[in-house]
């Protein structure tokens, strides 16, 4: 239909045969891993039609269901990586995640190889391949798009089996972010293994 972007617009533009698409979940909580998924999918001409879009904009439910018919597709390659509390707290949020980044795309499994990226936010270097990045790329890109939602899932399911290591945190409601029910708990119980002793509200949690 006129006036839709093509959802492979941006990877065609780069004008190789494979592309990888990266993302990060959880640069902003309080507690648990920032998780990155980085995603080669089948370019046009071939068919893939699974209608991925930024993972904040899906349902819960949307999401784990791609999530699922992702991993099924045996043409989509993805690699998962995390970075834990202590390693962020050791080299900083924004260091930790674009850290990450790269390792994603490295651990991309099979042939053939990324010849370029396409990453979502703000520039930074080095990297292993070329890449192009984008700000809001979760909507403008089916590879970014792909990997946030993989990365969402995981980090997801990730932080509901982890209310049940250290409950009374909520993990499973408010996946380790600063709401009010965190903030209370952190107050009251102090905090976990699972915190990031470098965020404020951790090392001072007696302010709330």
Do not use: W
Request: glycine share 8%; proline share 11%.
């Amino acid at each position: 239909m006129a006036g839709i972007p093509h959802p492979f617009q941006l990877e065609l533009s780069l004008g190789v045969g494979c592309v990888a698409g990266v993302d990060e979940v959880g640069r902003g909580p309080l507690a648990g891993p920032v998780v990155v998924a980085a995603v080669v999918l089948p370019l046009p001409p071939l068919p893939f039609s699974l209608p991925v879009n930024d993972s904040k904009k899906l349902t819960d439910a949307r999401r784990r269901e791609l999530d699922r018919l992702l991993r099924e597709d045996p043409r989509v390659r993805f690699a998962i990586v995390e970075r834990s509390p202590a390693q962020i707290d050791l080299m900083n949020i924004l260091r930790a995640t674009q850290d990450a980044m790269r390792e994603a795309v490295q651990a991309l499994p099979g042939i053939p190889r990324p010849q370029a990226a396409l990453v979502d936010g703000l520039g930074f270097q080095p990297f292993p391949v070329p890449a192009t990045f984008v700000v809001k790329g979760d909507g403008r890109s089916a590879s970014i798009a792909a990997a946030s939602i993989l990365a969402k899932v995981y980090r997801d399911t990730l932080m509901e089996r982890m209310d049940l290591r250290y409950p009374g945190y909520g993990f499973a409601r408010n996946k380790g972010y600063g709401t009010a029910e965190h903030l209370e708990a952190l107050n009251r119980l102090g905090p976990c293994p699972l915190h990031r002793r470098s965020f404020a509200p951790v090392a001072q949690p007696t302010l709330f």
